[in-house]
Nanobody, 115 residues
Framework: QVQLVESGGGLVQAGGSLRLSCAAS????????MGWYRQAPGKQRELVAR???????NYADSVKGRFVISGDNAKNTVYLQMNGLKPEDTAVYYC?????????WGQGTLVTVSD
């Protein structure tokens, strides 16, 4: 069992920045990858960024150069630094964790970017 709690969402103007946090608890030793996904109204949930074994990272093309995913193993926390936010980044952002036999989702945190 893994619990994921996101925080850091909010309302920001275009061009601004936010930092999302995802704190993991429970059987965290089983996690081998964590990532951030987002879902806007009327759209499918999409991968934003993913980090595997705190080492291998991939980003969606739409956020490359603007977003940075990082982790703090001591705090069991994954971050998503979002810079140069655009209105099209508006979505609910979900933390995701996976291991050999499971996957878990956080409840989501809303990011709204105004024009």
């Amino acid at each position: 069992q893994v619990q994921l709690v996101e925080s850091g969402g909010g309302l920001v103007q275009a061009g601004g920045s936010l930092r999302l946090s995802c704190a993991a608890s429970g059987s965290i030793f089983s996690i081998n990858a964590m990532g951030w996904y987002r879902q806007a109204p009327g759209k499918q949930r999409e991968l934003v960024a993913r980090i595997i074994r705190d080492r291998f990272i991939n980003y969606a093309d739409s956020v490359k150069g603007r977003f940075v995913i990082s982790g703090d193993n001591a705090k069991n926390t994954v971050y998503l630094q979002m810079n140069g936010l655009k209105p099209e980044d508006t979505a609910v952002y979900y933390c995701h964790a996976e291991g050999p036999h499971f996957q878990y989702w956080g409840q989501g945190t809303l990011v709204t970017v105004s024009d």
